[in-house]
T-cell receptor
Framework: QQQVKQSPQSLIVQKGGISIINCAYE??????FPWYQQFPGKGPALLIA?????SEKKEGRFTISFNKSAKQFSLHIMDSQPGDSATYFC????????????FGEGTQLTVNP | GAGVSQSPSNKVTEKGKDVELRCDPI?????LYWYRQRLGQGLEFLIY????????KSGLPSDRFSAERTGESVSTLTIQRTQQEDSAVYLC?????????????FGEGSWLTVV
């Protein structure tokens, strides 16, 4: 019930392409879905987050799509750049109770120049 | 400081020794989390502190692991009798609440190597 499943494990995209990372969750009580970006040797940094009252959120080149009925959400990186190469983690929590984040396993993104 | 501060940033210890890892959360952040990240893997929840409430220790992998927090400030994670499988990055995070919404910020982590 607490699991968040993330795919793919790794992704290689050409510069300018679209990177898509998918996550699925089981616990219908989850109401907060952030994405974190992690560079080697650094802690995860909050990238973008969505709550279930909307189906999409866009911030610059980053978009989260959320499908409540399917219990799935995805991160789209438009016009991917080599500087986007990092590990991306999706996560979920019950925000209203301030509970812990449950993380996916991560996706290692490589954007080739 | 501006962010979550962790120390030491790197620690190499011998198997069987005890280690203490420290976390200074962002000032004013009431909640604090510890996570563990093994090489190439996701983040594994360890423990969560919220104000004066009893901590959520459900993620601690064994009784060799313990953590304390003084009020809403510094936290220490202690690993006793370290084992090689304890080698990982230990990440601390603190949580900010504004208008009923929460944002969680991570530190850079303490890299622990048990030899």
């Amino acid at each position: 019930q607490q699991q968040v499943k993330q795919s793919p494990q790794s992704l290689i995209v050409q510069k300018g392409g679209i990177s898509i990372i998918n996550c699925a969750y089981e616990n219908t009580a989850f109401d907060y879905f952030p994405w974190y970006q992690q560079f080697p040797g650094k802690g995860p940094a909050l990238l973008i987050a969505i709550r279930p009252d909307v189906s999409e959120k866009k911030e610059g080149r980053f978009t989260i799509s959320f499908n409540k009925s399917a219990k799935q959400f995805s991160l789209h990186i438009m016009d991917s750049q080599p500087g986007d190469s990092a590990t991306y983690f999706c996560a979920a929590s019950k925000e209203t109770s301030g509970s812990r984040l449950t993380f996916g396993e991560g996706t290692q993104l490589t954007v080739n120049p | 400081g501006a962010g979550v501060s962790q120390s030491p940033s790197n620690k190499v210890t011998e198997k069987g020794k005890d280690v203490e890892l420290r976390c200074d959360p962002i000032s004013g952040h009431t909640a604090l989390y510890w996570y563990r990240q093994r090489l190439g893997q996701g983040l594994e929840f360890l423990i969560y502190f919220q104000g004066n409430s009893a901590p959520d220790k459900s993620g601690l992998p064994s009784d060799r692991f313990s953590a304390e927090r003084t009020g809403e400030s510094v936290s220490t994670l202690t690993i006793q009798r370290t084992q090689q499988e304890d080698s990982a990055v230990y990440l601390c995070a603190s949580r900010f609440r504004q208008a009923g919404r929460y944002t969680i910020y991570f530190g850079e982590g303490s890299w622990l190597t048990v030899v």
